[in-house]
């Protein structure tokens, strides 16, 4: 076919014309049809060479891709299914063999030129049909090439670029992800699906990890969709059923003893038949159904235990001890829940169910305070603390002060509780703050007196009378703080930072991270033996934390769980965090005091180790 092209004999218009020309050499190339399942593992290289293979679960997720009857593909998948480079292939075939308009829309500009740049270059780059296509302009967030093609990478949070789009594949990743504000001009997904060019060679593909249960937008597209997931056959008793994390047993402490049990005789699953299951599984609908050809929506579910592709070997010798070591870890995180989510989101692709709002009652934790052998701690610490804070709320007739000890394993002990009163705005009451500040501790173990090391006072109003208080004992580890207006913030981040001059130094704390922490902590039992759960909290039988706080026995322990929560989506990253709240005169000051406490201890982040190695000589 090039050969019947005449080119003009004038050398200028010849050089000219070369771009053009070979563009229209590229489109009019003619090229053997082969479906994306037959044409990727003989074109497709891996970084590292390789040819590439579908995984048995990426197989008819490949099929469907490129199917002309279906409407949508809806994929939730377990991190690890190899998504991604699913997808990349895919990009690749549609460009290099269909000559489409493609377009991929990530939560934001940063993360789809990233994935653009990243992810999908490596896998262009080593496939020799991708890396010898032409390109006629290439930037971060666009390629077009000289057969045609084009490719697109926009952010949710572009609606100009969205509008402006026109392409055949519309490829929407960590949809749950995508955040809503109040300027949006309705559903970013919605505006993005409507840029398709309306052809029969239209496609619209959706990924992510599902989030919240009932806030899930992966959710409500596969609701959407025919429902499919990967069934597997028990060997036993002949049950067709889907994997899951939950029918998971192993001894405790011991991952590698993982094993699965099928839930319709009982038999045990070991890592081999587990492996062999999940390669002999299919898809099949919610119903146990087929897959119908085509004239609808399709959604595929598939959670990790499906998994047959490669593993870390430092848990045991399968993948099956791999996942059961890491839902350990994710008990035994220091904010469990958190790292519950994140399991259930990635591992099982589910959304995650928001426990009911827990926390305990203000009765069962006035009964589960301690009797220690010396009931005033200034008169003798429990052994175990190693470190002493101070976190200050400033009220406009009192200042509130918890001192809170600190030791290994993340627990602490309530030491003390006092109001301070006096106004903010009078040297006299904060004269109390530095003489109760200032009282040392006496520990069993060394004959050195533990002094409070850090004190962080809450600045959020009379800031001047709190920056005139802790400026001139910055070197006594005094800081004023105020809580983070960012719902993500972490407990203790960023840099403090200066204010007024000479200068006191401000300390940014994230207040729901803290709250979140300690309502879970304070909902631990004590143990029948001596070892306490991780972050346990003690909190002695004395008079400060009954009677004379709160006014009544329980007054402490209403004040410290005074403030209800929700979940809320943050808008800077996406994520659902525990969102706290106190009713409108309801007092609190117990719980900010921790709050602060804690923050304190988080700044000083010392090694505890090292701190009971010492107090031992
Ligand atoms: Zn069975």
């Given amino acids: 076919m090039p050969s019947d092209i005449q080119l003009s004999s004038a050398p200028f218009i010849e050089r000219l014309n070369q771009a053009a020309l070979q563009t229209a050499m590229d489109r009019l190339r003619v090229k053997p049809h082969l479906d994306f399942i037959d044409w990727a593992p003989l074109n497709i290289r891996n970084p590292d060479g390789t040819p590439f293979r579908f995984r048995p679960t990426q197989l008819q997720v490949a099929k469907d891709l490129f ?12 991190s690890g299914m190899g998504k991604t480079y699913l997808i990349g292939a895919a990009f690749a075939y549609a460009i290099e063999q269909l000559g489409l308009l493609v377009g991929a829309m990530m939560p934001n500009k940063v993360l789809v030129e990233d994935w653009i740049n990243d992810e999908l270059q490596k896998v262009f780059d080593a496939t020799p049909v991708m890396a010898s296509l032409g390109l006629s302009r290439d930037i971060r967030g666009q390629k077009l090439f000289t057969n045609g093609a084009e490719l697109h990478g926009v952010g949710a949070n572009s609606s100009g ?69 990967w069934f597997v056959v028990c060997s036993e008793c002949g049950h067709q059923y889907t994997f899951h994390t939950s029918q998971m047993i192993w001894t405790p402490g011991r991952p590698d003893t993982a094993h699965l049990i099928c839930p319709g005789c009982g038999t045990k699953i070991d890592e081999s038949q587990r492996l062999q299951m999940a390669g002999a599984g299919q898809y099949l609908t919610r119903k146990k159904e087929p897959l119908k050809p085509g004239g609808l929506h399709r959604g595929f579910h598939v959670g990790c235990l499906a998994h047959t592709g490669d593993h870390n070997n430092a848990y045991g010798e399968g993948f099956l001890h791999e996942v059961a070591a890491e839902r350990e ?75 809170v000890g600190w030791g290994a394993n993340s627990e602490s002990w309530l030491l003390s509780y006092r109001s301070l009163h006096g106004s903010p705005q009078s040297q006299k009451t904060w004269n109390q703050l530095d003489r109760l500040r200032l009282k ?31 400026r001139p004992r910055l070197r006594q580890g005094v800081f004023a703080c105020k809580g983070s207006r960012t719902l993500s913030c972490p407990l203790m981040s960023n840099k403090p930072t200066k204010q007024g001059r000479p200068p006191a130094l401000l300390y940014e704390v994230g207040t729901h991270e803290a709250k979140d922490l300690i309502y879970q902590r304070l909902e631990f039992t004590p143990p029948a033996g001596k070892d306490f759960p991780m972050g346990y909290i003690h909190i002695p039988a004395n008079e400060e934390f009954g009677e004379t706080a709160g006014g009544e026995a329980t007054g402490f322990f209403e004040m410290l769980l005074a403030e209800d929560s929700q979940m809320k989506r943050c808008t800077k990253t996406g994520e659902f965090v525990r969102f706290f709240d106190c009713p409108k005169g309801t007092r609190n000051e117990a719980l900010d005091c921790f709050v602060y406490a804690m923050a304190a201890a988080r700044k000083m982040n010392p090694n505890f180790e090292r701190i009971a190695e010492n107090l031992g000589k």
């Fill in 440 to 470: 040392k501790f006496k520990h069993p173990l060394t004959s050195q007196p533990m002094p409070v090391v850090c004190v962080f006072v809450d600045s959020g109003h009379w800031t001047t009378d709190i920056y005139q208080y802790t």
């Fill in 329 to 403: 870890a994710a008990d035994k995180a220091e904010n469990p829940e958190k790292s519950k989510r994140v399991f259930v989101n990635t591992m099982d692709a589910e959304s995650y169910a928001e426990d009911v709002e827990s926390k305990p009652e203000a009765d069962s934790l006035y009964d589960k305070r301690e009797v220690w052998s010396e009931p005033d701690p200034f008169v003798e610490l429990p052994p175990g603390v190693l470190m002493i804070t101070m976190g200050v709320d400033v009220q406009k007739d009192r200042l509130e002060a918890m001192i």
């Fill in 67 to 78: 199917n002309p009857n279906l409407y949508s593909v809806t994929l939730k998948a377990y």
């Fill in 161 to 229: 670029l969205i509008r402006r789009l026109q392409v055949d594949v519309m490829f929407s990743d960590e949809i749950d992800a995508i955040t809503q504000t109040s300027t949006d001009e309705g559903d970013k997904l919605g505006q993005f699906e409507k840029r398709g060019r309306g052809r029969k060679k239209q496609h619209m593909w959706r990924t992510s990890y599902p989030s919240m249960k009932g806030a899930s937008k992966i959710d409500a597209k596969y609701y959407e969709t025919d429902r499919c997931a």
